[in-house]
């Protein structure tokens, strides 16, 4: 009963690096999503994918990019991290999206990482 | 760009005790959602809320959907120290399944 599942959980990096956060979900959802976590800023949407093979920008994409490889797996990568990107990121899934609206998101435990 | 502004950003209370927490916004919301979320663990949906004016109840914790679909409010009555968390309210703008959050609310209910 994993639900959704995300590696690493921890990640120190320095600037310049590249790195790829996965994610994978085991409850046939379409929808899957990608956030930042800041102190005193909620959480915020960096991509989301609709569908398999669809993948669209949320409210922060710049510096990320992403790739949905199939129906259970997202992946989100940083190129060339900066320190600004130090944060915890979470991964979601969802029912599909459209007239089934308002379908609850299901979260990973998150990824925390550290640009220094 | 949509926001959800939570009020209190902090609150330490003593068990038992009630209280309540906001969520308001100046756009009109298809729904709104409100998660719990736990130190070192990704938020977990609590409840959905969807038409104005409506009312869910979850034990001792209760939703509210503002008429207007632009505010809601969560009250726990008899607080416990299993509540203490952070509470996060997420508004849905027409059938996207995209989400706003807000900007949260950090409870810690001392025993």
């Known amino acids: 009963n994993a639900g959704v599942t995300q590696t690493p959980k921890f990640q120190v990096l320095k600037t310049g690096q590249s790195m790829t956060l996965q994610c994978a979900q085991d409850?046939?959802?379409?929808?899957m999503y990608w956030y930042r976590q800041d102190p005193g800023m909620g959480l915020r949407l960096i991509y989301y994918?609709?569908?398999?093979?669809?993948?669209d920008k949320g409210e922060v994409p710049n510096g990320y990019n992403v790739s949905r490889l199939n129906k259970r797996e997202f992946s989100l990568r940083l190129e060339s991290a900066a320190p600004s990107q130090t944060s915890v990121y979470f991964c979601?899934?969802?029912?599909?999206?459209?007239?089934?609206?308002?379908?609850?998101?299901?979260f990973g435990d998150g990824t925390r990482l550290s640009i220094l | 760009t949509q926001l959800l502004e939570q009020s209190p950003q902090f609150l330490s209370i003593q068990e038992g005790e009630n209280l309540t927490v906001y969520c308001n916004s100046s756009?009109?919301?298809?729904?709104l959602q409100w998660y719990r979320q736990e130190p070192g663990e990704g938020p977990v949906l609590l409840v959905t809320?969807?038409?104005?004016?409506e009312v869910k109840k979850l034990k001792r914790l209760t939703f509210q959907f503002g008429d207007a679909r632009k505010d809601s409010s969560l009250h726990i009555t008899a607080a416990q120290p299993g509540d203490t968390g952070l509470y996060l309210c997420?508004?849905?703008?027409?059938?996207?399944?995209?989400?706003?959050f807000g900007t949260g609310t950090l409870l810690a209910v001392q025993p």
């Open positions: 409850m046939n959802h379409n929808s």
């Open positions: 997420a508004g849905e703008a027409g059938a996207t399944n995209k989400l706003i």
């Open positions: 979601a899934s969802s029912e599909e999206t459209g007239i089934l609206g308002n379908q609850p998101q299901h």
């Open positions: 809320v969807v038409t104005g004016g």
């Open positions: 994918s609709a569908s398999e093979g669809t993948t």
């Open positions: 756009s009109v919301f298809s729904s």
